[in-house]
């Protein structure tokens, strides 16, 4: 009588978790958005303070690539700005005497042309001043013009470097590894007095606080859910049972394919399935790689 009892048990705990499982409408695994970080810049890297599993902030720095050459350059392109600058002409300087003599003409005028209302000069010799200050006002424009336009030629001469140190200060910008969003350290594929170069991959990043479980339908199920529609989700716990957590349909895929070896649906012989992404709050529990269930 007690071993027809214990078999009986058996059966009904067989017939138990066989319903539980089936009771779900589907399955599939977690994954996160992971982004590699690469390097923006050659060179040594002077300092890089991460480790799997840390924490990061956005804009957090961590690091650094050596620049000293950069600076170096920029400091060369300056002094040379600086050089060709101190070639341009003192204007003030150069026309100072023209304007001298300007000035010293222009009273002349005032004084002759009062001879000539006094009728103690003649009409000559004011025509001979006023075209005196004329000859004096012309050279001086013309001086002015010439080296007003070497002036301007010497500092569009100069352009090109400002453009040139503009580029060094973008690389000693890249030379600062700048950590572009919060989330977890996956893995790190680079050490500190290690030689970087662009597009070598430093480190592997992914924002851990939603996840996305990956998980796959029959075709007779999609009627059954639609994009943001709140759904349950299962993971297994320590005590050998299920923990129950909410999600959001955030990608149907509009094209069937073959069923992924690793995943079982509701109906074992469908041989084509279409892929969902469900995104889930992860409160710590949750890890990349997690199996978990879906029920609709």
Known sequence: MRALTITTLTIAVVLTSCTNKNSFDASGTFEAEEIIIAS???????QFNITDGDELKANQPIGFVDSTQLYLKKKQLEAQIHAALSKRPDISAQTASIQEQL????????????????????????????????????????LQSILSTSSEGIV?????????IEQVNDQLVKCRIINPINGTVLAKYAEANE??????PLYKIADLSNLILRAYVSGNQLSQI????????YTDNSNDGYKEQEG???????????????????????????????????????KIGMYAEIKF
């Open 40 to 46: 923006e810049a050659s060179g040594m890297i002077k």
């Open 103 to 142: 000035k010293a003409t222009e009273k002349e005028q005032q004084r002759i042309n009062k001879l000539v209302k006094a009728e103690a000069a003649t009409q000559k010799q004011l025509d001979d001043i006023n075209a005196q200050i004329e000859v004096l006002k012309k050279q001086l424009e013309a």
């Open 248 to 286: 959001t349909i955030t990608w149907i895929s509009d094209k069937a394919e073959f069923t992924p070896k690793t995943i079982q649906t509701k109906d074992e012989r469908v041989n084509l399935v279409y892929a969902m992404k469900v995104l889930v709050k992860n409160d710590g529990f949750l």
């Open 195 to 200: 030689i970087t170069a662009p597009g070598k």
């Open 156 to 164: 569009q001469e100069t352009m090109p470097l400002k453009i040139q």
């Open 226 to 233: 639609k994009l943001g529609q709140k759904i349950k989700i």
